[in-house]
């Protein structure tokens, strides 16, 4: 099995190109089922859950052919892929495939709208809380869809006509019961309202490439989604905005290391909440032509309190990432996880380095240490494991981390971007 290796102690300096939104990769390349025209993905990232989800869709009858190698940045750029869907050819997601990542669970909204009918496992993915999927099914049977369990799988059906135009409100934010609704509802019969709608951008990413596929939403960036079903969506080129939660990965890991680097093609915008906390940490954040620069504390890394919350706020998926960086402040910090309940299970892993962390509940109080020592650690999950990296670099001497394939899911190409800024990091075959 792969490992990282790595010897902290480097303060990363450089550029470091930010790929493309696994987040929105995903749901982008699911909307391709929505239509028999052609959609050409720009900027899509190499990882792991776009190979597993090209499976998924190839499984429904979608050919996929890389356009060209679109090289970018010292090699780094992202990928142009080209998504052909004639016709469904099953309107079956069968678990094998469904069950190594959540999102896929999602292509039930195209199948339904499209073909309507779906027949879709429960999904699996990370392992950080329950997870259900009944706001997906509330908002589809909401459309008129009938749903029903059976040994594990959603079938769902629509009525007659296909599915039916309806107001809904989600009791909470859900990023993939929006996605799923949203794609669903542009094929629908009549105008849909979602209200308590998720804005996370990437949300307002696919929104803007379904309707370069013909659909029509108003309402992007608000809470309150209106779409007005059309008959049938056409062709499109679209491309993958940058990613959010690689960049305040990455930010984390300069001030953490006291560095000094650009974040190439990143947008401030996406995560100024983040970037808000990383100044009140003493990082010096500045928005540049061509990303965003982080350079390191002068000085001791102060604690901050943070409490993660649905976009605009402090993204859950930074929550690890944070914590490894408070783990080295001059002081006491507290993190407040509200979206998941069981999402703190990279603190055993951050107590191997000597960090002082302790959970109460949904709270983590983090006590400063002078010094992180490196460890053999284990990747949990895909967020928690590149707080291990995190922890690595700051940390003295070496550090292995174990089961890497969650890194794999969700950051690429990482130890080469982290090496290109100084980082003494490598990958290890066994
Ligand atoms: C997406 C992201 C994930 C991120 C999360 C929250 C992708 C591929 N994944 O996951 O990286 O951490 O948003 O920003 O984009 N819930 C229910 N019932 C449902 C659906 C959700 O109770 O039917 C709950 C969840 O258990 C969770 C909360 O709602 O507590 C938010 O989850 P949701 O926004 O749906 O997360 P995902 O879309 O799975």
Not at 214 to 222: E, M, Q
Request: aromatic letters at 4%; glycine letters at 10%.
């Amino acid at each position: 099995m792969e490992r990282i290796r790595l010897v902290g102690g480097h303060a990363l300096s450089g550029e470091l190109p930010i790929s493309g939104a696994k987040n929105a990769a995903l749901p982008l390349m699911i909307a391709s089922l929505l239509t028999e025209e052609e959609l050409v993905l720009r900027n899509v990232p190499r990882l792991a859950d776009v190979r597993q989800l090209n499976l998924i869709l190839e499984n429904h009858g979608t050919s996929i052919e890389p356009v060209d190698s679109d090289p970018g940045f010292n090699g780094m750029g992202g990928q142009t892929l080209r998504f052909n869907t004639p016709s469904i050819t099953s309107t079956t997601a069968p678990y094998d495939l469904v069950s190594a990542m959540r999102a896929s669970f999602w292509v039930i909204g195209p199948l339904l709208a499209r073909e309507h009918e779906a027949k879709v496992s429960l999904p699996g993915g990370c392992a950080i809380g329950t997870r259900p999927v009944d706001f997906y099914l509330d908002g589809l049977r909401a459309l008129g869809a009938e749903i029903e369990l059976d040994e594990g799988y959603v079938i769902a059906r629509a009525p007659k006509g296909g599915l039916v135009g309806a107001k809904l409100r989600f009791p909470k934010v859900s990023v993939g019961a929006t996605h799923v609704v949203m794609m669903a509802a542009t094929l629908a019969n009549g105008t849909t309202i979602i209200e308590n709608a998720a804005q996370e951008p990437e949300i307002g990413n696919l929104a803007e490439c379904l309707i370069a596929l013909g659909a029509r939403i108003s309402g992007i960036g608000t809470p309150r989604l209106v779409i007005e079903g059309v008959e049938k969506l056409g062709g499109a080129t679209f491309e993958v905005l940058p990613d959010r939660i690689e960049t305040g990965t990455y930010a984390m890991a300069a001030a953490m290391t006291g560095g000094n680097i650009l974040l190439r093609g990143a947008r401030a915008e996406n995560l100024r909440a983040a970037l808000d906390v990383l100044e009140l940490t003493g990082a010096s954040v500045t928005d540049e032509d061509d990303g965003v620069r982080i350079i390191g504390p002068n000085g001791p890394i102060r604690p901050v309190d943070v409490e993660t919350q649905p976009f605009p706020g402090f993204p859950t998926d930074l929550q690890a990432q944070f914590m490894a960086l408070m783990t080295r402040s001059a002081g006491v910090s507290k993190i407040k996880e509200t979206i998941f309940e069981n999402r703190f299970m990279h603190v055993a892993e951050l107590a191997r380095f000597g960090a002082d962390i302790s959970v109460d509940g949904q709270v983590a109080t983090i006590r400063g240490v002078n010094e992180l020592r490196g460890a053999q650690v284990m990747a949990t999950d895909l967020r928690a494991s590149v707080s291990l990296i995190i922890a690595g670099l700051a940390a003295k001497g070496e550090t292995i981390v174990n089961r890497i394939y969650h890194l794999d899911r969700g950051f690429e190409r990482l130890e080469d971007k982290l090496r290109a800024c100084g980082a003494e990091i490598e990958r290890l075959d066994a």
